[in-house]
Structures are given as structure tokens and as C-alpha cells.
């Protein structure tokens, strides 16, 4: 996304909701930050509108991102994935979103969660986070690693600041903004 999202989002039929509810807003709940990461992951590629389009599609496959249900997926969730016409069928990015479920829980015995697991290497520079989600995930280039971390607020720029939503999300304390000098 850039910049000019705020000014072509609002109104949109999907654009409009995620710019205006979920883009930059802060979350903690750690099926919401999977589902935000597998998203990602499937937009590469291809343009956003596609995944938002695609989204309900992909809640469903994937058992409500539910990351427990999700990593205990097998040969047959993968088949039926790849056959699944409403989602992308991507082996890479359908083998990545299970995979990255299983490292979840591995994150969840060392850090308590996956939002735990970001508090703790926050703040990070954009390729700072890019390394460490290298190491940590797979499918997890600097465009996705970006863009995952704006869209939760843990760097700026999901918003302009004459965008309404800035505002509204500033008041939230996202963590890129805490993360700043005398804030």
C-alpha cells in the first residue's frame, strides 16, 4: 500500500472497510496476526483488491485461521486446498501458511505468543524485522515482512496524517508510534 491507499480506499467495497477498520490499527489476538501474515503472503504477486476479494474464501479454507487447526493440517488439507477454486492455489504459499501456523506455536513456547513474541523484538528497523522474519517464517520477503508490520502498526505509514483514520488510530498507541522519541 502506499500512501495514496487513504485517498482511494475510502468508499471502495473493499478497500473502504479494511482502510478504514483494520489497516495500521493495532491487534493483539494471535489467529487475527496469522490471518493478517497468511494474507500477506497470498497477495504476492497480486494486487491486494484480490485478496480482499478472496478473504472469506481464505477464513474458511484455512479453519478461521484458527493457527491449532491450521498446523495440524496433513497431505489431504493440502490437496484440498490446491483444488480450492476460491482461494489462490499456490503450493508455495499453501505449504508456507501451514508452516508458518507450526512456527507460531513454536514462538508460543518461548514467548507465550506470537504477539508477545513481537512486543519483544519491538522496535525493529524495517530490515532489521525483515531478517529476523527470514530466519523465524518461510514465504516472508520485505515486501510481505513490511506490509504485515504496517498493516498492525508496528511501522508507520499505513495512513497519511490528514487521513481521518490516522488520527483515530494514533489515539490506539500503535507500537511504531510508542516507538518514537519522547512519545
Known sequence: MTASYCAAAPGHEFHGPYHDTEYGF???DDNVLFERLA???NQAGLSWLTVLKKRQAFFNAFAGFDIDKVAAFGTEDVARLLNDAG???NRLKVDAVIDNARRIIELR???GSFHAWLAAH???SKEEWVKLFKKTFRF???EIVGEFLMSLG???GAHEP???VYDRIGKLAPPWRAALPNR
Open 26 to 28: 493495532p491487534a493483539t
Open 39 to 41: 494474507l500477506e503472503i
Open 87 to 89: 482461494i489462490i492455489r
Open 109 to 111: 513456547k518461548t514467548h
Open 122 to 124: 519491538h522496535p525493529l
Open 140 to 142: 516472508t520477503g520485505g
Open 154 to 156: 508496528y511501522l508507520p
Open 162 to 164: 490528514s487521513c481521518p
